[in-house]
Nanobody, 115 residues
Framework: QVHLVESGGGLVQAGGSLRLSCAASGIIFSNDVMGWYRQAPGKQRELVAAISGGMTNYADSVKGRFAISPDSAKNTAYLQMNNLKPEDTGVYYC??????????WGKGTLVTVSS
């Protein structure tokens, strides 16, 4: 069992930046898929960014503004968010997917972007 704990959310003005952290209770292996998802009020949860084996994938809406990166020494995955927009508001969740079907989620951290 792996526990994921997100942090770094908060209130920021449009154009500002935040860095979210996802701390894992165990080792993050290179073939794990680490992902950040968000859920805006009244909307479905959506993929924001993911990384595995050095390969990244981003939602079109965040390309060029967000960057996902792992720190294996700290068992932490980060999401750097720049040039934030009000539509980036939502609860951001960390997810770890492992070969064999293991799938873990954190409890989320709230990001609010004011206009």
């Amino acid at each position: 069992q792996v526990h994921l704990v997100e942090s770094g959310g908060g209130l920021v003005q449009a154009g500002g930046s935040l860095r979210l952290s996802c701390a894992a209770s165990g080792i993050i292996f290179s073939n794990d898929v680490m992902g950040w998802y968000r859920q805006a009020p009244g909307k479905q949860r959506e993929l924001v960014a993911a990384i595995s084996g050095g390969m990244t994938n981003y939602a079109d809406s965040v390309k060029g503004r967000f960057a996902i990166s792992p720190d294996s020494a700290k068992n932490t995955a980060y999401l750097q968010m720049n040039n934030l927009k009000p539509e980036d508001t939502g609860v951001y969740y960390c997810r770890m997917q492992r070969p064999g079907g293991m799938d873990y989620w954190g409890k989320g951290t709230l990001v609010t972007v004011s206009s």
